[in-house]
């Protein structure tokens, strides 16, 4: 029974995210937009962001706060710029998109 409501459960979510993602012709490229905001961003910015803030006024203290308060800017600033490239090529896939449309048979490659 316990497996048998597994199986159910995944194959009604697998047919309910084919059908987003047929019916939305820009899925991909939206998706694309998603990540490059959210996962970047809190990935790697915040925790490096949060690690500055809880150890203000000890970032010099010892020569390991030293070593990772570098760790923690330069994860600060991979996440900036990954985000920041990322928002910048998922929007202009977005732009360049030709609007195909929905649910519809033709050759996408």
Known sequence: MAV????GIAVTLWVIAWI???SIPVFSSLLSLM???FASWFSFSLPGAF???MNKGQWFASPRKILLTCVNIFCFIIGVVMC???LYASGKAIHDDTG???FSCA???
């Open 35 to 37: 990540t490059a905001l």
């Open 20 to 22: 987003i993602a047929t």
């Open 107 to 109: 050759n996408t490659a």
């Open 4 to 7: 048998g409501s597994w199986i």
């Open 84 to 86: 920041g490239l990322g």
């Open 51 to 53: 690690w500055l803030f």
């Open 100 to 102: 195909r449309a929905s």
